[in-house]
Nanobody, 115 residues
């Protein structure tokens, strides 16, 4: 089993920044991909950014140029740096890890962008 613990969410003004972190622990095999999804009220969960072990990183069009995903392989941790935040970025953000042929989700962290 793999446990994911997220941190870094909160309330920020439009134009502000936040950095989300997600640390994976437990029985971790080679991590195939790490990423972030989000779900706004009344909407479906959507991909924000995905970093595979091999290949290119993918970003949602709505966050390109503003968000940056990175990972620390030694610590099995993935980060999401969010800049120039907009009210429409308000959502619960979920960490996602693909390892050992299974997909794991974090508990979610609330990001609210409001003046």
């Amino acid at each position: 089993q793999v446990q994911l613990v997220e941190s870094g969410g909160g309330l920020v003004h439009p134009g502000g920044s936040l950095r989300l972190s997600c640390a994976a622990s437990g029985t971790i095999f080679s991590i195939a991909a790490m990423g972030w999804f989000r779900q706004a009220p009344g909407k479906q969960r959507e991909l924000v950014a995905l970093m595979p072990r091999f290949g290119s990183t993918n970003y949602a069009d709505s966050v390109k140029g503003r968000f940056t995903i990175s990972r620390d392989n030694a610590k099995s941790t993935v980060f999401l740096q969010m800049n120039s935040l907009k009210p429409e970025d308000t959502a619960v953000y979920y960490c996602n890890v693909l390892t050992g042929g299974a997909t794991y989700w974090g508990q979610g962290t609330q990001v609210t962008v409001s003046s």
